[in-house]
């Protein structure tokens, strides 16, 4: 069972401008009052334990300000997954998730949906919009073919 808002509020304290959540009462004989609560992961997450069970840090953050739990994905905007200020928390769904990711270790362009065609020795821009690759053209250039992604992102809503 999660953790009801009452509780939550009741043994951690929580600044929505620094994202830290803080003992307000100690839960085991590791917790110390006014100490910050958890730990990050190996992923990059914080994540607290409270009654025996693991949170995200993020999702108690959203339902600790907010009052209820997040419908979706709790999106960290600037990537850094440690970062649980409330102005950098989103709730989106997965595929919007994945649009906010950093570039692939295998991308080679060094720009997000720019990849190098060598039979035409041409840039490709690429986009992906409702699970349907798109090809938004060949360029001379890798900064040209970032910038027709950018603006092809932008005219269909999604995010650069």
């Not at 958890?38 to 997450?45: C, E, M, Q, R």
């Not at 693991?54 to 997954?81: K, S, T």
């Amino acid at each position: 069972m999660m953790i009801q808002l009452e509780r939550l509020k009741n043994i951690l304290s929580f600044d929505p401008d620094t994202g830290i959540f803080v003992w307000k009462e100690s839960t085991a004989h590791r917790t110390k009052i006014g100490s910050v609560a958890g730990a990050i992961s190996v992923k990059g997450y914080v994540k607290i334990q409270v009654d025996r069970r693991l949170y995200a840090a993020h999702r108690l953050a959203w339902f600790y300000h907010y009052g209820e739990w997040p419908d979706g994905i709790v999106d960290h905007i600037n990537r850094n997954r440690s970062d649980n200020r409330i102005a950098n928390l989103r709730v989106v769904s997965a595929s919007q998730n994945m649009r906010n990711c950093g570039l692939r270790s295998t991308n080679t362009s060094g720009h997000k949906g720019v990849s190098y065609f060598a039979h035409r020795k041409k840039w490709a821009a690429q986009i992906r919009i409702h699970g349907e690759n798109w090809v938004v053209g060949m360029f001379d250039t890798p900064e040209a073919a970032a910038a027709a992604y950018k603006n092809a992102a932008e005219a269909n809503g999604l995010e650069y």
